[in-house]
């Protein structure tokens, strides 16, 4: 079964929650970078333990570790990596890759029992 929902992507993940869809076994977040920590708390909410929550264009050709980027994505996705480090019972990792796109990657967490819903 395919579902495809059109709309504003925060309002449609309050809406999977009240349908009752979740929990998911994996999340693949590739939105708005403003977003990513608002993004990152609904996958926890949507998720059990052992759920992989997976994050892409993390690196941003390495723009997130300059301190001084105030880019509103890169900031973003900074908070996003702020939120994955002091959330107990969640585990992460992050991959930079190149390809013809440059440099970017991505983030691997992994949903503990400890982890808030």
Do not use: C
């Amino acid at each position: 079964m395919v579902d495809v929902r059109l709309g504003r992507a925060l309002d449609s993940l309050a809406l999977i929650q009240m349908q009752g869809l979740a929990p998911f076994d994996l999340i693949f977040i590739d939105a708005d970078k403003v977003n990513n920590p608002a993004y990152l708390a609904w996958a926890l909410k949507l998720s059990r333990p052992g759920s992989v929550i997976v994050i892409d264009n993390v690196v941003r050709g390495g723009a997130i570790s300059d301190a001084a980027d105030a880019f509103p994505g890169i900031q973003g996705t900074r908070r996003m990596f702020e939120l994955i480090a002091n959330t107990p019972g969640l585990s992460a990792t992050a991959l930079q890759t190149v390809g013809r796109k440059g440099y970017d990657g991505f983030a691997i967490a992994i949903v503990d029992t400890g982890a808030p819903r």
